[in-house]
């Protein structure tokens, strides 16, 4: 019995490559082949300048790819970092599971993590006046002018 691998692949989705880059690999396979096997300059000398051309037919066919899909884009960053993302071969979903354990119960629901959060950043300011006042909280102390803050987590489990 053989052993088990676990292979990485890279960015599969190359969604950039069309048809006309799939036959020039093609070819360039072909013409690698026969450079190998026959062993003439002149095939070598072909394979060099076909290669040259490859590259050349996957930069301009990337690039406009790319600028297609920034001049279409509503939210010109937001596509800029995705690209990026997808290029450094990250995935746009969540990898890791968050959970947090909310009086005494392990949850990994996101909008109850998120609630558990306002809840405790709305109730820390009364519990610091407890604390450091008593139950001696005086009229001064609780009728002064305060400006309005609000705290909202936002864009978490889109």
Request: hydrophobic fraction near 30%; proline fraction near 1%.
């Amino acid at each position: 019995m053989l052993p088990l691998k676990r292979l990485t692949i890279g960015n599969c989705k190359k969604t950039w490559v069309s048809d006309v880059v799939k036959r020039a690999s093609m070819d360039l396979k072909n013409l690698y082949w026969l450079k190998v096997n026959l062993n003439s300059t002149s095939l070598d000398l072909e394979y060099r300048q076909a290669k040259k051309n490859y590259r050349c037919l996957l930069r301009e066919t990337k690039y406009e790819y790319m600028e297609n899909r920034l001049n279409t884009a509503h939210n010109k960053n937001k596509t800029v970092w995705s690209i990026v993302n997808e290029e450094l071969g990250k995935s746009s979903s969540y990898k890791n599971q968050f959970s947090l354990c909310i009086d005494g119960v392990i949850c990994s629901e996101p909008k109850m993590i998120v609630s558990a959060f306002g809840e405790y950043f709305s109730s820390v300011n009364n519990k610091c006046l407890h604390q450091h006042f008593g139950n001696n909280i005086s009229q001064c102390c609780t009728s002064s002018i305060m400006k309005s803050c609000n705290f909202f987590f936002s864009g978490y489990g889109r």
